[in-house]
């Protein structure tokens, strides 16, 4: 299975209003430590200060899950899981939702957000996340400096490597 991204249409990075890539390296964790952090929502405002109003049955994403969360300042978003399986020895885990704001044209909100949990040689996980937006809030993110959605991205990592790594 490959380890890159894998983009529905339209959501192809470059065609979009707005896209994000953020990586980090670390050593000393694996991938079977970082991903219940990453899928079990109860977990997510404990590390990452930028989601609010999270709703998930059950708290753990599945496949084709529907659920809503709040972030960036938007009303909760209308998600739905397009993508899971869990890392393994040799195989990266992946993760994907769609999440949608419905709206006019300047409030509506398409985005398909999706992350590679996967093991390295020598110790190492490699966690990536990337996001495509379509709509015209996303425009006027991708118009902001430094780019909203690349910073709060980042701080997401970063709490997610913090929480797994205080497993």
């Known amino acids: 299975m490959?380890?890159?991204?894998?983009?529905?249409?339209?959501?192809?990075?470059?065609?979009?209003?707005n896209f994000?890539?953020?990586e980090v390296i670390i050593a000393d964790l694996s991938a079977a430590e970082v991903w219940p952090f990453l899928v079990d929502t109860s977990r997510w405002s404990s590390y990452y200060g930028n989601v609010a109003d999270i709703d998930v049955p059950g708290d753990v994403l599945t496949a084709d899950l529907?659920?809503?969360?709040?972030?960036?300042g938007f009303p909760p978003l209308s998600a739905t899981v397009v993508e899971i399986v869990a890392p393994t020895a040799g195989?990266?885990?992946?993760?994907?939702?769609?999440?949608?704001?419905?709206?006019?044209?300047?409030?509506?909100?398409?985005?398909?957000?999706?992350?590679?949990?996967?093991?390295l040689a020598g110790g190492r996980v490699r966690?990536?996340?990337?996001?495509?937006q379509i709509g015209a809030p996303a425009a006027a993110l991708a118009k902001q400096k430094p780019n909203p959605m690349l910073?709060?991205?980042q701080d997401w990592l970063d709490g997610l490597v913090s929480?797994?790594?205080a497993r």
């Not at 490959?2 to 209003?17: A, K, L, Q, V």
């Not at 419905?102 to 949990?117: F, K, N, P, Q, Y």
């Not at 966690?127 to 495509?132: C, G, N, V």
């Open 127 to 132: 966690i990536l996340t990337q996001e495509s």
């Open 151 to 153: 910073n709060g991205h």
């Open 20 to 22: 994000v890539s953020n």
């Open 163 to 165: 929480a797994s790594s």
């Open 66 to 72: 529907s659920f809503s969360f709040a972030t960036f």
């Open 91 to 119: 195989t990266a885990g992946r993760l994907a939702w769609r999440a949608i704001q419905e709206g006019d044209t300047e409030t509506a909100l398409d985005v398909h957000h999706a992350w590679i949990v996967e093991d």
């Open 2 to 17: 490959t380890t890159d991204i894998i983009w529905p249409e339209p959501f192809t990075p470059g065609t979009t209003d």
